[in-house]
């Protein structure tokens, strides 16, 4: 189905597409040059996230904005003065527009079970302090989180374990909190602000840098 949510997180948009088409389908919505540009995927899924992604931009500006991508896999818009960052779970794909800087974004299903991984990303004495009833979403929060900072500012080094903290939270409706990257050479250590949105089935977490 087309668009089927839109958010606004302080001066960022979020545009939501549940992903039930086929590729064959979801091409109806974009340019020829589109198409073409998903031909060399294998994967049914990878094609029509690609669409997906291509598709929310058509509904939301129509046909004169391409996504672009740097040497590091960073995507940018030609055609649009938004920043723009974008994220797949499951079935859904999220797509991030800022016009006041960039931003990171990650979304996730609220019912993913994270916890027999979060030992790689969390340290131990962080983990066992969440509480045992919000144990999985916190960790959950924690994920997304650092990953929607790792789109923002890239591979800087280090690890998701060790170089990426979460200032405290309570996890709510919606919220912001703390996220820094630590740990590393001083000129890439940073504050950044992490603003986040549950809704229904999803997480959604955008990351942005703290404005001075």
Known sequence: MPLCRQYKIGDTE???????????????????????????????????????VRALLANRFGDGVRVVYDEAGKPSLEGASFDVSISHTDGYVVVALSDSGAIGVDVELLSRNVLSVAGRYIPSGVFESFPVDVKNKMALFHWCAKEALFKLVGNLGGTFMDNISLGNFEIAGSG???????????DVNEDFIADYICDEDLLFVVCRRCKA
């Open 14 to 52: 979020l545009l939501l597409w549940h992903v039930t088409e086929t590729a064959w389908e979801l091409s109806q919505f974009v340019s020829p040059d589109c198409v073409v540009g998903c031909a060399d995927f294998v994967s049914e899924k990878r094609k029509c996230e690609w669409l997906a």
């Open 176 to 186: 912001s909190f703390r996220i820094a990257v630590v740990g590393l050479a001083a």
